[in-house]
């Protein structure tokens, strides 16, 4: 996606130890505009595919998940990381290793949510060891859904976590892929398609 | 706003000690139809005043910021829980007592991103004690931007926020504000404007 990564390039930060900051735009402050072309393009590369439910994960992909969701007509579902009074009840739980907080955490979704029937699209704005996507991922076999595919903004090429996830046979699309970045002199190479 | 009275009092779920659980389409599972509709509410009521940014705080006001944004065409700024790799640097932070999750927490925006020349409109899901919505009003004029208001979902008027919020001069709208709930009844009686 063309706009996306003409974004990244002007705004990204390219930090050490393979972290890009985008928190101008994506994932602290959210440009609106931009999530607008996202949703569509989303909607796009999903084309066909049947979706009854986008499924994020609190707190960044929230807000690119319900603008796409408005692409699709459907609902979006965000698990939640910790465990709180309004969530009682049953739960579908998964573990995740998170590269950005450095810890690992539970997700879950409440099993009134998420069942036999729905065919899911995953969305999130990063996707570095895949660990979040394998993670919601779960939360969808366990729920005895159907998982049509997972949406991604942003994904480091240079980590695992995209092989991983197409070599389940997932229908993966990052809108942009980053093959390598370089800190020292804010460098980006995005893989070409 | 009758539409979101009447999706409240057929999906909402009272439970003792005051809580409502609106989680099958407010915040865990969202209805972007609805929002949209509550987005555009937001945005009737706010109309006249200048609104350059909206600040919400993960991780369930997001979709509704997000959309509403929409109305506005502004960017969304959501003020983070907890400190993370990503939003090393200079922060504005605030404390905060939730009254859902039981703790206190602090809630941080990078000063990147609220600052002078900026008017602001909160948007949050719910208004309780209130705490939230002031932890944020704090970032606002701790970076010395203008508070333009705050639109609020749903406010529990039977608790002491919405005043407090009021009293203190600020912009406050509520879509809907319940009077009283009856856990045992299941009954929900909404303030009349």
Redesign the interface.
């Known amino acids: 996606m063309q706009l996306l990564k003409e974004r990244i390039r002007r705004d990204g930060i390219v930090r050490e130890g393979g972290?890009l900051?985008v928190?101008?735009?994506l994932?602290?402050?959210?440009?609106?505009?931009l999530?607008?072309e996202i949703g569509k393009e989303f909607h796009r590369r999903f084309e066909g595919e049947e979706v009854t439910k986008i499924l994020t994960i609190?707190?960044s992909g929230?807000?690119i998940?319900?603008?796409t969701?408005?692409y699709f007509?459907?609902?979006?579902?965000?698990a939640?990381k910790?465990k709180?009074?309004?969530?009682a009840g049953d739960v579908y739980t998964s573990r995740v290793e998170s590269f950005?907080?450095?810890r690992v955490y539970d997700i879950m979704?409440?099993k009134?949510?998420l069942g036999k029937g729905d065919k899911v699209l995953l969305i999130d704005d990063f996707l570095a060891n895949g660990k979040a996507l394998e993670g919601l991922a779960q939360l969808v076999e366990d729920a005895g859904a159907e998982l049509t595919g997972a949406g991604i903004v942003i994904e480091k090429g240079f980590q695992r976590g995209g092989d991983a996830i197409r070599g389940r046979g997932i229908h993966l699309e990052s809108l942009a892929i980053i093959d390598s970045m370089d800190a020292a002199s804010g460098t980006i190479t995005f893989r070409e398609r």
Chains 1, 2 share one sequence.
């Open positions: 972290v900051k928190d101008s735009f994932n602290h402050q959210m440009d609106i505009d999530f607008e609190e707190a929230i807000g998940a319900c603008i969701a408005r007509q459907v609902p979006v579902v965000f939640k910790n709180t009074k309004n969530i950005t907080h450095g979704v409440s009134d949510f």
